[in-house]
C-alpha cells in the first residue's frame, strides 16, 4: 500500500499549494503604483540632509566644529570655517550625497543638533554635480519634513539620561 | 470565395485572441501572486500591452546563430505554428458555426496537433546549442509517452457518442455533459488534461524549456519575430487545448438560454485559467517522473477508462 501513501501525499500537496495560490487571488494586490500612489516612510527615513537654524536667535546652529567632517566614513562632508560673534560658523559646507552611505553618523555626531536627516528621497540626479550638496541648498532643506532624528534625541536614545541624584538629607 | 474570407476571418480572430491571452495570463498570474500586472501601457488595464510586445519583437535584431543550419533554423517556427493554428478548421465555434465539419474531427485534431513536435525538433536540432539539444530530446521523449493517454482519453466521448465528429459528439452531449458520467466522465477528463498539458509543454510537465536549467530549451537561440512565432505556438496550443477539452466534455456551445458562441467561450476561458491557475501554483516534475508517470499511472488508467466506457456503451 506505499503507493496509495506517495499517491495521497502527491495529491495532498498539490491541493495544499493550488489553494494558498487561489487565496492569494482573493487578497487585495499589494503593488503600490509608485507615481501616482506613495508609500508613507518610516519615521527614522535617511534620505537626504539639512541644516538647520535656531528658532528663538535665527542664527545657524552649525559651529563648524568638524566633528562630522571627522566622523564621516566616506569623507563626503568638508566644510570653510569663520569665527564671528564669538562662535564659529560654517562658511562654506559641502555633502556630497553621491558618496553618502546614509550611516547617520554625522547626525550622531553633532553636539549642536545642527544637522539631520529628512524624508526627501526622490533624490536621483542626471548630472553627479547635482548631487553635491551646498550649504545654501542644505539651509533651504529645513522646510520638509524631517526624520525627528537630531543629535541629543539619539543620543538620549542610545544612553539613557541617568535620574537627578537624589537631594542630599 | 465565402469559404476563403471565413477562414482568414477565423485566423485572425484567432491570433488576436492568443496575442491577448498573453495579457490575459500576465494579468491573472500577477493577481495569483498579489500583484497587479501590466498597467500602464494601454491605461488602466494594460491592454496595449500585446501589442507593445509584438512592435518591439518586430523590431529586434534577427539573430541566426553562424553554426547553425540557417534553412531548418528559419523554417522551424513556422513547422510549429502552422499545425496548430490547422486545428482551429475543424473546431464548431457555435451551432452550425464552423469551417470544415469534418466526419473524422477528433482524429484529425490528434494527428495534426503532435506535428508540432516536429517543429520544436527542428528548432532544437538546428540551432547546434546543447540546451537546445536536450530540450529537444525531453520534448520528443514526452511527446511519445503522453500522446498514447491522450488519444486513449479522446476515445472515451468518442466511443459514448459513436462518431467522431466534433458536433455529433456535442450534438449528443445535449442532455449531460461527458464530464458529468459517474466515475468515467471524470477519469476521461483527469487523464486527457494532464496529458494535453504534457502535450503543450506546460507546467507543470514544461522541462522542454525549463527556464532554471535550460535557459529557454528549443528557442534559446532564436531571437525577434521567430520567438514570437514559438510564444504563439504555445498559447495557440493552449487555447486549441481549452477548445477541445470544452468541446469532448463540457458539451461544446450546449447550454440553456444564452447564445451558443458565449456557452462556448465562457467555458474555454474557464478552462484556460484552470490551466493557467495549475501552472502557477505546481513545481515542475522531473524527466524520469514524467515518463514514469505516464506509463505507469496515466496508460493503464487511460485504458481503464477505455473499458468503462465500451461496458456503458454496450450496457
Sequence with gaps: MNWMKEAWEVTRSMGQSMSVVFRNFLRKPTTISYPYVKRELPDRQRATFALLVDKETGEEKCTACLICQNICPSQVISMVKEQKNNRGFAKEFTLDLGGCIFCELCVQACPQDA???????????????????????????QKYQSSEIIGSKIRDMQAPPKAPPKPAE | MTDLIFSLAILAGILVVVMYLTLLERKFASRLQSRIGPQRVGWPFGYLQPVADALKLLVKEDVIPSVADPKVFNLAPIVVLLPVLLVFAVIPYGEDFVLADLNIGVLYILAISSLTLIGIFMAAWSSKNKYAVLSGMRAVNQMISYEVPLVLACLVPVILAGSMNLTDIVAFQNKVWFIFYPVLGQLSFLVFLISALAEANRMPFDITEAESELVAGFMVEYSGMKFAFFYLAEYAHLLAVSFVAAILFFGGWGGPILPSGVWLASKVLFLFLFILWIRWSLVRVRLDQILAFSWKVLFPLSLVTLLLAGIWKVW
Design chain 1, 115 to 141: 544637522i539631520t536627516m529628512i524624508k526627501l528621497w526622490e533624490n536621483s540626479q542626471i548630472d553627479r554635480e547635482k548631487l553635491v550638496l551646498k550649504k545654501e541648498a542644505l539651509l533651504a532643506n
